[in-house]
């Protein structure tokens, strides 16, 4: 017999889940298709929780943007360049 206590201490949670909608005969005929068509190769469905980014992309990206920034900065430029060109010959050989 044990000591009572005045403080209760909180007891393990259990995780009872049942799937819903669960049909092992078609998860089965869905594995053996799966596994069949891999062997011969025919259009494997890739996993869908793999990730498609790849080393170096967003390195890529910023550079990209970089240099798009860079090109629409020097268009700017030479559109300002030849309307002050336009304004002064029009101002001193007008």
Sequence with gaps: MGLPRFIKLPEHKRFDYTPR???PE????E???RQ?????????PR???R???????????RQQTKLR??????????????????????IFFA
């Design 31 to 33: 594995e053996r298709v």
């Design 69 to 90: 920034a860079s090109r629409n900065s020097n268009l700017r430029l030479v559109i300002i360049l030849a309307i002050l060109l336009i304004i002064a010959y029009l």
């Design 47 to 49: 996993d869908p929780n």
């Design 51 to 61: 990730t498609t980014i790849k080393r170096g992309s967003f390195r890529q990206v």
């Design 26 to 29: 078609k998860e089965e005929f």
């Design 36 to 44: 069949i068509r891999q062997d011969m190769g025919i259009g494997v």
């Design 21 to 23: 909608y669960w049909d």
